[in-house]
């Protein structure tokens, strides 16, 4: 009986660890995906850019056209992103910190633009604004021209990323809760001091995130700015409706370097959007243990 029960255990230590198939199957399968679907693309556009030597890929970069698409991208993004930065934490607080009526239809056209596809945006303000558009005719008159210029590509850029920062400050706002800005007002704290020095330090990491969201989808957006954009080269162009306008010349080196621009931000942004996700992750954890 004495070696039976001592070799049981013996035999159940030394039986081998069950292989978890399911596991190993769905982590090849997404880094199959990943690497398909993602890596591969990107692979491709540094190859083609690359394609001629780096005399033809800075060429296509630095060519005067691409230089004008860069600076309007680049105005596009730094209008739009501090108008919805001053938007989302002020949607955000008051969806978090009140309760009003209609908070409810506040939370869902904050959401819209997520449902409405950005070329049914695009062709809104061309309809408002456009010279046959119901606002038209008073803009000819006043000599203020919005489609096809840079102002309708500012409006266009704006309404596609107003979720983004409201999105991200609503739920951290609604889990922080009020009673640190209740205690500043009962120790004498104007709203701006309370803002600055209580709801601000609290809600940094998830703003500077939504931020980085909000500026990526301003670079990369091509739907409702090309409609409004009238394509104009050197003039109404973003850096992806010039991608496309060389691709569609048949000037697939120039298109794949200009591309490979985007890439470079792109990458420059995931890092940020990871720096600053680890960073909310942080601040959860040192909220959850205290």
């Known amino acids: 009986m004495s070696s039976l029960s001592v070799a049981a255990p013996l035999t159940v230590l030394n039986r081998p660890a069950p292989r978890h198939w399911g596991r190993i199957t769905l982590i090849g399968a997404a880094w199959a995906v990943f690497v398909l679907f993602l890596l591969l693309p990107l692979v491709i556009v540094l190859s083609e850019g690359l394609k001629h030597g780096l005399g033809t890929f800075f060429n296509a970069i630095f ?10 991208t680049l105005i596009a993004v730094g209008i739009s992103v501090p108008l919805n930065l001053v938007f989302g934490v002020a949607a955000a607080w008051c969806v978090s910190k009140y309760e009003f009526r209609g908070k409810s ?3 869902t056209l904050i959401d819209l633009p997520f449902s409405v596809s950005p070329v049914i945006a695009g062709l809104i303000y061309v309809l408002l604004f456009g010279a046959q558009g119901a606002l038209g005719p008073w803009l000819q008159d006043h000599d203020i021209q919005i489609v096809f210029a840079v102002p309708g590509i500012v409006l266009a850029t704006l309404f596609v990323t107003v979720p983004f920062v409201a999105r991200e400050l609503i739920p951290l706002m609604q889990e922080q809760g009020t009673q640190e800005e209740e205690a500043a007002r009962l120790l004498g704290a104007s709203g701006w001091q309370m803002f600055w020095h209580v709801t601000v330090p609290n809600i940094r990491w998830g703003l500077i995130y939504g931020v980085v969201l909000c500026t990526a989808r301003a670079m990369g957006e091509f739907g409702a700015v090309s409609v409004v954009s009238g ?14 306008i060389l691709y569609n010349e048949y000037n697939h080196v120039a298109a794949f370097s200009v ?5 470079a931000l792109a990458l420059i ?4 959007k990871q720096w600053s996700e680890s960073r909310i992750n942080r601040q959860r954890h040192s909220g959850a243990e205290e």
């Open 63 to 72: 060519e005067p056209d691409a230089i004008a698409a860069l600076k309007l």
């Open 259 to 263: 591309a490979s621009l985007l890439l």
């Open 105 to 107: 239809i506040l939370v």
């Open 269 to 272: 942004i995931l890092l940020l």
């Open 231 to 244: 394509h104009i080269r050197g003039v109404t162009n973003t850096l992806p409706l010039h991608v496309e």
